[in-house]
Nanobody, 124 residues
Framework: QLQASGGGLVQAGGSLRLSCADSARTLYPVGWFRQAPGKEREFVAAIRWATGSTHYADSVKGRFTISRDRIKKTMSLQMNSLKPEDTAVYSC?????????????????????WGQGTQVTVSS
């Protein structure tokens, strides 16, 4: 079961760190999506487990950093310079395999499992 943690309330310009792990340590947490009230779900960031290469949405590039711990089998999203428009429920996603995948990383169907979201609220 995927578990995300680290959300909360922060002022604009602040930082938060989200973490994601599978309690059974069988899945590979590799990405984040978010959904703001009244908006469609959108891709945020992804990491290729095998190579460590990363992908980011243009809106977070340069501010967010995704990383994974191959030993602990966890994944984190460091969010800096947060903006009110970053306010959303953030959901981590995982794949059943640590191998690379062919479906575009920004597509929801590239991922096999979705965790419960964690709320991130950025006040102005």
């Amino acid at each position: 079961q995927l578990q995300a943690s680290g959300g909360g309330l922060v002022q604009a310009g602040g930082s938060l760190r989200l973490s994601c792990a599978d309690s059974a340590r069988t899945l590979y947490p590799v990405g984040w999506f978010r959904q703001a009230p009244g908006k469609e779900r959108e891709f945020v960031a992804a990491i290729r487990w095998a190579t460590g290469s990363t992908h980011y949405a243009d809106s977070v590039k340069g501010r967010f950093t995704i990383s994974r711990d191959r030993i602990k089998k966890t994944m984190s999203l460091q969010m800096n310079s947060l903006k009110p428009e970053d306010t959303a429920v953030y959901s981590c996603v995982a794949r059943a395999s640590g191998n690379s995948w062919s479906v575009a990383y920004y597509r929801a169907d590239a991922y096999d499992y979705w965790g419960q979201g964690t709320q991130v609220t950025v006040s102005s």
